[in-house]
């Protein structure tokens, strides 16, 4: 099942320091002198590596990218010029045959261990848009979302799935590719080299997939104009980071009142997380909240939207098992 993480709040209430720790500001680099200051976005990492590291060689496969969500536009922050020099640039994103959102011609980055994820994690941070008000110095004017995809090789002749149900069955059906990634297949081509029968052979052909996501988001902090004193392109800004947050709580409502229909494609952030927020997904909400007393509406509304996001009720998340067959059967 795909799984997202995301911090709201207001502007300036810890929301990147909670997704991404401490950041050295020549650079945003993360330190890693303290490992207990690190944030979600590192830790989340760290902690899917480890898990992966305990499978068996070439079972699991992660590809990473960092998008931005800026004025209701996307950006994909890991986009490369001819020079190969990382810049911003502006995706869509669509809705597949299979009801998924999907956001074409997105770079998508192979990484290997944490340390190559945050390097391109950084990479992204460097293009990001920030801002100064009169609440944050360095408030940031976009919301951030990093995806880990994962994907998961079986072997086609123990692909045995027990479903909960037949449209679980044909929905996973749809999701399941027989193309392999072309690493994959160097590193299939390695080991299949090595095999000494027609048999081996075959066996390494016979792979299928099915691909997970792990979304990480630090969303825009929402803001009161009259208190952050913005103006001109700053005032823009806020108007759609306020509008997106709005659009994320009415998607947080329907899906709680258990609506025939979701508003999803009301903003591109909504229409962006959808497989992560809907469907048979699970979502995590951290709250940041100033304590300051003169934020105190803010910190109000911020408390609405957690519960409204707490009104969700999707019972036990479903993990889809691949047992091994017996031969027998």
């Not at 044909?170 to 048999?199: G, H, I, Y």
């Not at 081996?200 to 988001?217: N, Y």
């Not at 994320?248 to 927020?277: C, F, M, W």
Request: hydrophobic share 35%.
């Amino acid at each position: 099942y795909n799984v997202c993480i995301m911090a709201y709040g207001q502007t300036g209430s810890g929301k990147t320091y909670t997704m991404l720790g401490p950041q050295l500001e020549e650079n945003f680099a993360f330190p890693i002198e303290d490992e207990s200051e690190l944030g979600i976005i590192p830790r989340a990492s760290q902690e899917v590596f480890r898990l992966i590291s305990e499978k068996p060689p070439g079972s699991y496969w992660v590809e990473v990218s960092v998008v931005e969500v800026y004025n209701n536009e996307i950006f994909d922050l890991l986009a490369k010029d001819s020079c190969g020099k990382v810049f911003g640039v502006k995706r869509d994103v669509v809705t597949t045959r299979e009801g998924k959102s999907d956001v074409p011609l997105l770079t998508h980055e192979t990484v290997e261990n944490a340390s190559e994820f945050l390097h391109l994690v950084n990479k992204g941070l460097q293009l990001r848009v920030r801002h100064p008000t009169l609440v944050h110095a360095h408030s940031s004017r976009s919301h951030l979302v990093v995806t880990l995809t994962i994907t998961t090789a079986i072997s086609g002749d123990n692909f045995g799935i027990s479903w909960e149900d037949e449209q679980t069955g044909q929905r996973l059906n749809k999701e399941v590719s027989c193309t392999f990634p072309q690493k994959m297949r160097d590193n299939k081509s390695t080991s299949s080299s090595r095999a000494s029968s027609p048999a081996q052979l075959e066996a390494t052909e016979k792979l299928k997939q099915v691909k997970t996501r792990l979304q990480l988001v630090d969303l825009a902090g929402s803001e009161c104009i009259g208190m952050s004193g913005v103006t001109g392109a700053a005032l823009r800004e806020t108007s759609f980071i306020n509008r997106s947050l709005s659009a994320l709580a009415d998607v947080l409502g329907a899906i709680a009142e258990q609506r025939s229909h979701v508003p999803y494609r009301n903003s591109k952030l909504t229409h962006l997380l959808q497989d992560s927020v809907g469907g048979d997904a699970k979502l995590l909400v951290m709250l940041c909240i100033s304590p300051d007393q003169k934020y105190l509406t803010e910190s109000m509304q911020t408390l609405g939207f957690g519960t409204r996001a707490r009104q969700v009720q999707r019972g036990q998340v479903k993990k889809k098992n691949f047992p091994v067959q017996s031969k027998a059967k």
